[in-house]
């Protein structure tokens, strides 16, 4: 943050040349970009600096965040058992994979939205992941093999920057096809514009898993979104995307400005009322001098 | 501002006596303030060299191609085999821990691999649906050695 503008186009010239995920290790800690650390940047560069740079410990953890990933834990769980051949788990064992999860990675900062609390969030959970096992989502179709389940892969899909890391919730291939999905828990139903907004992840995702479809003499690949609201009564809804090329191209010519900017260290606040009070660095961007 | 200017060349020797060579000027504008530190300033003309050293041997050795788009495929154009996910090995090891066999002898007989992490994509798709197919109490899949 204190360095120069020359500091800068030093360090830009050597990335130029120089391998970028060593460029990555040397500025953000991690030799590689995932798409939340995009997403972070594009939401607020200075919230980028603090939690990839600077290394801040978040003040807070969201407990929708933390809901989120509980709930992720409790589907992976349902699939891992899929794969095994066993037969479906029943929703307590679910509901066991929530609990250890939350424990994990709940800690003692959470922040809870109103009128939430623990309990009402493992009602509601209980709610949502019934839905889940009640819906045809949860069920593989005879024909489709279950490739991966929160896999990870990483490669230098972009170049000029480094290897990009992503995890994908599910991966299933058909004889033609290979279907990445991202459940999501939401308040309400999607629209348009949601879809938009959770593409250029799964756009990312669908470079990076190319390389399992040709393996598989999948032709074409498509992206699915399972959103199950947070509701009295959970609707599980389905989104559906087959990528363009161009919708691929676009997206990594974007990653790659965003990878520039980091490297230049652009970093700045990006004031918004709905992005602010949610974020978890407010008391290091009041104490940041600019 | 200060302005650093830094050249390296190299020629490399050929068969029947030819050389190829490659040289490079790199130039760099830096705060004037660099002067009263001494160690910094020498850190950056290091790094410079650095850079056009690199740069040259880069390109004598080829390469300093940039990075494809993707990398889906091989530089042959030929599509790589994709070996097994991290689920699917998971998914093997869980299935053979609870029917009490052992994966990689598994994976040796049926496809003639040193260990199941060498299992291909849709190699260890066919083990899993093998292993699935056949009731855990008589267990004995892969025992007349398939090949790759």
Not at chain 1, 176 to 180: D, S, T, W
Not at chain 2, 53 to 71: C, I, K, T, Y
Not at chain 2, 88 to 93: D, G, K, S, T, V
């Given at each position: 943050m204190t360095a120069s503008t020359s500091d800068a186009a030093y360090r830009h010239a050597l990335q130029v040349l120089e391998d970028p995920n060593r460029v990555a290790g040397q500025l953000i800690g991690r030799d590689y970009l995932s798409h939340s650390s995009i997403r972070t940047y594009q939401r607020c560069p200075l919230q980028f600096y603090f939690q990839y740079v600077a290394?801040?410990?978040?003040?807070?953890?969201?407990?929708?965040?933390?809901?989120?990933?509980?709930?992720?834990?409790?589907?992976?769980?349902?699939?891992?058992?899929?794969?095994?051949?066993?037969?479906?788990?029943?929703?307590?064992?679910?509901?066991?994979?929530?609990?250890?999860e939350w424990q994990h990675s709940a800690g003692d900062r959470v922040r809870y939205g109103r009128s939430e609390t623990p309990a009402s969030l493992r009602d509601l959970a209980g709610r949502m992941l019934a839905a889940f096992q009640a819906h045809e989502v949860s069920r593989l179709d005879s024909s489709a093999q279950l490739i991966g389940i929160e896999e990870e892969l990483r490669a230098p899909i972009i170049a000029d920057c480094p290897d990009v890391l992503g995890r994908i919730d599910l991966i299933t291939a058909t004889s033609?096809?290979?279907?990445?999905t991202d459940f999501k828990t939401a308040r309400t139903g999607w629209h348009a514009a949601q879809v938009a907004e959770a593409a250029p992840q799964q756009l990312l995702y669908a470079d990076l898993v190319q390389p399992l479809a040709d393996s598989l003499?999948?032709?074409?690949?498509?992206?699915?979104?399972?959103?199950?609201?947070?509701?009295?009564?959970?609707?599980?809804?389905?989104?559906?995307?087959?990528?363009?090329?161009?919708?691929?191209?676009?997206?990594?010519?974007?990653?790659?400005?965003?990878?520039?900017?980091?490297?230049?260290?652009?970093?700045?606040?990006?004031?918004?009322?709905?992005?602010?009070?949610?974020?978890?660095?407010?008391?290091?961007?009041?104490?940041?001098?600019? | 501002m200060l302005k650093l200017n830094a050249g390296f060349s190299r020629k490399v020797g050929e068969a029947n006596y030819g050389s190829r060579g490659a040289s490079v000027q790199?130039?760099?504008?830096?705060?004037?303030?660099?002067?009263?530190?001494?160690?910094?300033?020498?850190?950056?003309?290091?790094?410079?060299?650095?850079?056009?050293?690199?740069?040259?041997?880069?390109?004598?050795?080829?390469?300093?191609?940039?990075?494809?788009?993707?990398?889906?495929?091989?530089?042959?154009?030929?599509?790589?085999?994709?070996?097994?996910?991290?689920?699917?090995?998971?998914?093997?090891?869980?299935?053979?821990?609870?029917?009490?066999?052992?994966?990689?002898?598994?994976?040796?007989?049926?496809?003639?691999?040193?260990?199941?992490?060498?299992?291909?994509?849709?190699?260890?798709?066919?083990?899993?649906?093998?292993?699935?197919?056949?009731?855990?109490?008589?267990?004995?899949?892969?025992?007349?050695?398939?090949a790759r």
């Open positions: 290394g801040l410990e978040p003040e807070f953890k969201s407990a929708s965040l933390v809901f989120g990933g509980a709930i992720h834990a409790a589907i992976e769980q349902h699939f891992l058992r899929l794969l095994e051949g066993e037969r479906t788990p029943t929703l307590d064992r679910l509901m066991h994979a929530f609990d250890v033609g096809a290979l279907r990445i003499g999948c032709r074409k690949i498509e992206i699915r979104w399972i959103v199950i609201t947070k509701a009295r009564q959970p609707v599980i809804e389905q989104h559906t995307l087959s990528p363009e090329p161009a919708q691929i191209a676009r997206t990594r010519r974007i990653v790659r400005r965003v990878w520039q900017a980091i490297t230049q260290e652009n970093f700045y606040p990006n004031p918004s009322a709905m992005n602010c009070a949610t974020c978890p660095y407010q008391q290091a961007c009041r104490e940041w001098e600019g | 790199v130039e760099l504008e830096l705060e004037s303030n660099l002067t009263s530190d001494p160690d910094g300033l020498m850190g950056r003309i290091r790094g410079l060299f650095d850079l056009a050293r690199w740069s040259v041997d880069a390109e004598l050795n080829g390469s300093a191609q940039p990075a494809a788009e993707s990398s889906s495929t091989s530089n042959n154009g030929h599509q790589k085999v994709r070996l097994a996910t991290v689920s699917q090995l998971r998914a093997i090891r869980a299935i053979c821990r609870r029917r009490g066999l052992d994966p990689d002898r598994l994976g040796n007989e049926r496809f003639g691999v040193g260990s199941v992490d060498e299992l291909t994509l849709t190699e260890a798709s066919t083990l899993i649906d093998e292993l699935k197919a056949v009731p855990a109490a008589s267990a004995a899949v892969g025992g007349n050695g398939g």
